[in-house]
């Protein structure tokens, strides 16, 4: 599919069917002052935007341990041009649109991270991969946390992805 394909047949149902959202909460194509033009603005104001690429573009991410959903999104964007070319440009698309959640999917691939993160570049944050329709369905309920209106409304990614960056101490061996 091309990109415009790959919106119509997969994207648009996604977010619409599965996820929940509605027409007069999702904006296409939306201009920016930069000139750029975001594909998905989700909330109004904007909470999140999602870069659709062609299918074609297969991202090519590093072997993680198998369950893994949360990665370094810098390992990522290192190891694949085209996927680090995608996450620029919704990173731009967020600052310029003040979103905070990004996502870029080309079908069967979808990351989902923060593109505002205080005090830090956001290519230091972690990331959610959806790698492949299986995983998507059968991570199904963690999909609908960080990508629903309501998961993204609460802003659940920033702060489930805000413990793997500062995980919590655990209790005392003596408690």
């Known amino acids: 599919w091309n990109e415009a394909q790959n919106r119509f047949q997969f994207v648009d149902r996604l ?15 939306r ?26 573009v297969a991202f090519n991410f590093p072997a993680a341990p198998k369950g893994a959903k949360v990665r370094k999104l810098q390992t990522l ?35 989902v991270f923060q593109a ?20 998507m369905v059968s991570q199904f309920p963690l999909l609908w946390n960080i990508l629903s209106p309501e998961g993204v409304a609460e802003n659940r990614a920033y702060r489930d992805l805000s413990l793997h960056r500062n995980p919590r101490l655990p209790q005392k061996a003596s408690t």
């Open 15 to 29: 977010l619409l069917e599965c996820l929940g959202w509605e027409h007069p909460i999702v904006e296409v194509e």
């Open 31 to 56: 201009r920016d002052d930069s000139g750029g033009r975001a594909d998905y603005i989700l909330g109004s104001p904007a909470k999140g935007v999602v870069e659709a690429k062609r299918e074609a």
């Open 77 to 111: 964007v290192n190891a694949d041009t085209a996927f680090r070319d995608a996450v620029m440009q919704v990173i731009q698309y967020c600052a310029m649109h003040g979103a905070q959640l990004a996502a870029v999917c080309n079908g069967p691939q979808l990351v």
């Open 116 to 135: 505002i993160i205080p005090g830090h570049s956001p290519l230091v944050g972690e990331c959610y991969v959806f790698d492949g329709f299986e995983e």
